[in-house]
């Protein structure tokens, strides 16, 4: 069974730190390229991050430059997102998911080219 699960959310205050990972099971994340979205309550499903198979490109929203850090480690499986300086409106569940077939430079925040999506864990930012 094919699967993407994140961990690593949690409650932190403003100015605070997480690094959340993203474990796939059942199948090898070296052919996916990998993106991290966030849907806050209320608001629609946005795209936070993404890394290619290769790890040679990544994206940010404008909204976490310069805060949050996308990486991947192929041996482990696993890609992570490092998110410092939190800001209250940080505060959402977040998603990875698996874009295939693309080639090892390219990735983006299409939500709707994603192929596989994980459940999610919450980030709460608050004092």
């Known amino acids: 069974q094919l699967q993407l699960v994140e961990s690593g959310g949690g409650l932190v205050q403003p100015g605070g730190s997480l690094r959340l990972s993203c474990a796939a099971s059942?199948?090898?994340?070296?052919?996916?390229?990998i993106g991290w979205f966030r849907q806050a309550p209320g608001k629609e499903r946005e795209g936070v991050s993404c890394?290619?198979?290769?790890?040679?490109?990544?994206n940010y929203a404008d909204s976490v430059k310069g805060r949050f850090t996308i990486s991947r480690d192929n041996a482990e499986n696993t890609v992570y997102l490092q998110m410092n300086s939190l800001k209250p409106e940080d505060t959402a569940v977040y998603y990875c998911?698996?874009?295939?077939?693309?080639?090892?430079?390219?990735?983006?925040?299409?939500?709707?080219?994603?192929?596989?999506w994980g459940k999610g864990t919450l980030v709460t930012v608050s004092s």
């Open positions: 059942g199948f090898t994340l070296d052919y996916y390229a």
């Open positions: 890394i290619s198979r290769s790890a040679r490109s990544t």
């Open positions: 998911a698996g874009d295939a077939g693309r080639p090892q430079w390219y990735c983006d925040l299409d939500k709707s080219a994603m192929d596989y």
